[in-house]
């Protein structure tokens, strides 16, 4: 695009837009079921997979939070894994209730996938 303004870094790009960039509100949520779809895990793990996503992990306990309330909404079970190297592990297992979520997100991604693609196109 012709007379594109110079930009010097992402905050001058996100100060000029009002925009603040990163993940969608509450991307934790189905990215921690797709995590859990592809196996069951306790929350120190899920905290560790989570960083690709490009979550910088400083509070775990909001992690552990999220996790605790979709265990209460019925998208994830837990179960305690005792072991003899340690303290008890709260493992955490996707529902079907939470399969069917995580179907609803990708499709939601998707389609803004598509949309952000056409707005790309164009620039």
């Known amino acids: 695009m012709e007379n594109q ?3 010097t870094s992402e905050s001058e790009a996100a ?3 009002r925009c603040e960039g990163g993940q969608p509100k509450n991307f934790a949520r189905p990215c921690l079921l797709l995590l ?3 196996s069951p895990a306790h929350g120190y793990e899920l905290l560790d997979r989570l960083r690709p996503f490009g979550f910088e992990l400083n509070d775990p306990a909001s992690v552990y939070k999220s996790l605790r309330q979709m265990e209460q909404e019925g998208l994830v079970t837990s179960e305690w894994e005792l072991s003899t190297r340690g303290p008890a592990r709260r493992v955490y297992s996707l529902t079907s209730d939470g399969r069917d979520l995580l179907e609803a997100w990708a499709f939601t991604l998707d389609q803004n996938r598509e949309i952000l693609g056409q707005f790309l196109g164009r620039y």
Request: net charge negative; hydrophobic share 45%.
């Open 5 to 7: 303004p110079v930009l």
């Open 15 to 17: 100060d000029r837009c």
């Open 36 to 38: 859990l779809a592809e």
